[in-house]
């Protein structure tokens, strides 16, 4: 849907190194980026600021993950100001790596979500259902209890893109078909719709995660309700170029 502006991003997961951050830097500078993309890159933590000074201006910074209070003591976690003292302006939450490897709640995650926003940050959170779940028809009894925990936190939408995110397709190199992520988008929206307001759903962006690659991500792109990517692997290399620009 044209009215929603493309929305790609990078997340980098726990890869790379400054000499591999200076060869990513350096395709994205080469580009070329549609301008009628947003693009975010997503390093690791102690790589926000490298990369950041190495990026071209029009690629935006993201952090992971972060915690839900300003400062303190909670060894181990930053702030969503630090993120924004080292040049981030959005970040990640509830990826499924951080929900199913590292314990994270629905509820946590939504009180993250909040924070992070409250803080002037833009925010990704990840929803998807894992394969044992779809096998048992949960898909949406899943997405719907992820969605209920950030809808119950969140006032203002406008910096808020969803990222769907089946863990089967996650890293597995089974992407989604395109028919299959259209068709879990739709029930997002219509959920919104339901559930926060009708302009929510019309206005907020829902990309797909799960093994996107130069390959595939034209005829993804092509759907109505599929309004950019989060990509891991291919996000690391020269072909995420190809995606960034999928649109066409
Ligand atoms: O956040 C992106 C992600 O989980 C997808 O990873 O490697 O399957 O593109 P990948």
Redesign the pocket.
Known sequence: NMDRKFFV?G?W?MNGDKATIDGICAFLSKGPINSDTDVVVAPPYCYLQYSKDKLPATVKVAAQNCYKEKEGAFTGEISPSMIKDVGGTWV?TG???RRHTMGETDEFVAEKTKFALDNGLGVIP?VGEKLEEREADQTMAVISRQMKALADKIKDWTHVVI?Y?PVW?????KTASPEQAQDIHEKIRDWLKKTVSADVAKKTRIIY????KGSNAAELAKKPDIDGF??????LKPEFIEIINARG
């Open positions: 991003g997340n997961k990640i990826h499924s790596e990840c990222a995110e397709a996650i890293g597995t190199g995660g799960g093994s996107v989060l990509v891991g692997g291919a996000s």
